[in-house]
């Protein structure tokens, strides 16, 4: 499967609005497009998936490793991958857009806001390649897109200034339908404040696709083929594992649901929405907005349920939001306090500003549900909430961040019971540990 990777100079320059316009251009042009995104996002690849009709892969070398990655890659389904990068081409210490690509070995078509500037676009754009020779990876940035960029003498004056190294690749028009919403986790979801698709569409004839597929390249294949990385499995067979799936717990990355499904029966349920617990072997709680449905979850059946079979002993797995709807409180950023399960010894209230955003490593103090004493795990953490725990409240795991920071933790535990403030990828061997004690 050929692709390329959409850089961006910084954040916000419209990385997103510039992929979704590419999918719906490849799609136009007769092609079946596999979405993807650079670095542990969630929420643009729910955006992703709504433009090309099926779930985006994550690729971050930090939480898979650059085999891993590969694998992650090939488990794509289509004539060519379009992957977003994630902030400027260069930013991240663990996993910039740049080692992304160097990873895959794909051109990357930079996104420059154009919106004032013209002949500078284009000095911008030869800058980003140029740079390419003073970092580690071999980069081949191929060209342009032009966002926030009128036709006419405006698009002419870019195309012009563009050296014969550079190619162009189209422009993004202004436009307000073309912009997306954010909140203090990002911006808002791809089923919550979805472009409209006549602005996608338009946005998308401006685009060059049929130089943008000979630009595209087969990329490095991993050393490991995907169906051998883990063992072979079959599907619906194994325990039944409750996985929340609403508008509180939205934060699942593709593989981690396949990989549930190659071992597990997944029974998913929407707490948030009044389902109770589901009969169950084990219960997986990703991330998301708890704190945005803490009145709706304290009064519905689920968390309660779920307290009942964690004191029976049934594994009971939260992530971030998972971890906050396990705790006894959530304070929400109007000030009320809700009742959660009760089940991990920490009061839980969110804050005005995001209180972690780092790639981690978790070592693991002692056995555990997801790992082994002395494991490390590697997982990445956003969240704009703090934790008050109880002071005999049991850590799993002491924290190394991405800047190698020590004297964290993470992990309460209680029961057969894990809540973390960190996210990780399958890749890491996290859920099969979680699935081998069910």
């Not at 020779?133 to 940035?141: G, M």
């Not at 704190?291 to 992530?319: N, R």
Request: net charge negative; charged share 25%.
């Amino acid at each position: 499967m050929k692709g390329l990777v959409l850089g961006g100079t910084a954040s916000g320059v419209g990385k997103t609005v510039a992929t979704l316009a590419t999918l719906r251009a490849f799609e136009a042009a007769g092609r079946t497009v596999q979405p993807a995104k650079a670095g542990p996002d969630f929420i643009d690849p729910s955006h992703h998936a709504r433009a090309a009709g099926r779930p985006s892969r994550t690729l971050d070398p930090w939480l898979q490793g650059v085999d891993g990655l590969r694998r992650n890659y090939a488990r794509g389904d289509g004539d060519v991958c379009v992957v977003e990068g994630v902030m400027g081409l260069y930013d991240g210490s663990v996993a910039s857009t740049a080692g992304v690509a160097a990873a895959l070995d794909l051109p990357v078509v930079l996104v420059v806001d154009a919106s004032a500037g013209m002949e500078s676009v284009a000095a911008t754009a030869l800058g980003f390649r140029e740079y390419a020779d003073r970092t580690e990876h071999d980069l081949d940035v191929a060209g342009v897109i032009a966002q926030r960029a009128h036709g006419g003498r405006h698009e002419s004056g870019i195309r012009d200034a563009l050296p014969d190294s550079l190619g162009y690749f189209g422009r993004i028009p202004p436009s307000d339908d073309l912009e997306i919403p954010d909140r203090h986790l990002g911006l808002h979801g791809g089923d919550e404040a979805a472009l409209p698709d006549d602005a996608l569409d338009e946005a998308a004839e401006t685009l060059r696709t049929d130089r943008l597929l000979d630009a595209a390249r087969e990329p490095t294949p991993p050393e490991v083929p995907p169906g051998e990385a883990r063992g072979a499995a079959t599907a619906g067979d194994g325990p039944r594992v409750a996985v929340a799936d609403d508008d509180a717990f939205r934060f699942v990355y593709p593989a981690t649901r396949e990989r549930l499904r190659e071992r597990a029966t997944v029974v998913p349920f929407a707490p948030a929405a009044g389902d109770d617990l589901p009969d169950c072997d084990g219960v997986y709680l990703p991330g998301g907005y708890p704190e945005l449905h803490a009145e709706a979850l304290a009064e519905g059946p689920a968390l309660g349920s779920i307290a009942d079979a964690a004191a029976e002993g049934t594994p009971v797995l939260g992530e971030c939001g998972g971890l906050m709807a396990l705790a006894e409180t959530l304070t929400t950023a109007d000030g009320d306090t809700h009742e959660m399960a009760g089940i991990l010894p920490a009061s839980i209230e969110r804050r005005e500003r995001y209180q972690a955003l780092d790639h981690v490593e978790l070592r693991a103090r002692s056995d555990t549900l997801t790992a082994g004493a002395g494991d490390r795990l590697r997982g990445h953490e956003f969240h704009y909430s703090a934790a008050d725990a109880d002071g005999d409240a049991r850590f799993a795991f002491d924290v190394v961040r991405g800047t190698g920071i020590d004297g964290d933790r993470d992990g309460l535990t209680e029961h057969r019971t894990l809540g973390t403030y960190c996210h990780v990828h399958p890749e890491s061997g996290a859920f099969d540990a979680f699935l081998d004690g069910l």
